[in-house]
């Protein structure tokens, strides 16, 4: 099992940044695909980048060119950095890891037009 904690989270104006921190436990970090996911409300959890083990990532095509998701594996952190971020992206914004179907509790981004 992986402990994960976001954080990061906050109110940002249409157009502007974020960045997006997950902390993980664990020594195995380095070996794991990590994922960041969304939830807006009334609406499913939706997968916005994934980290692979391998190194390669992989972004849902609505975030291309303005998101980025980063491992530091000296702080065993996983980061998603938004830019140019839009009022629809207002959700809350999860850290998972598939292999352990584990989930972090989550962090709220409200985009403001």
């Known amino acids: 099992q992986v402990q994960l904690v976001e954080s990061g989270g906050g109110l940002v104006q249409s157009g502007g940044s974020l960045r997006l921190s997950c902390a993980a436990s664990?020594?195995?970090?380095?070996?794991?695909?990590m994922s960041w996911y969304r939830q807006a409300p009334g609406k499913q959890r939706e997968l916005v980048a994934t980290h692979r083990k391998d190194g390669t990532t992989v972004y849902a095509d609505s975030i291309k060119g303005r998101f980025g998701i980063f491992r530091d594996n000296g702080q065993n952190t996983i980061n998603l950095q938004m830019n140019n971020v839009k009022p629809e992206e207002t959700a809350v914004y999860y850290c998972h890891v598939p292999a352990y179907n584990n989930w972090g509790q989550g962090t709220q981004v409200t985009v403001s037009s």
């Open positions: 664990g020594r195995i970090f380095g070996l794991l695909t």
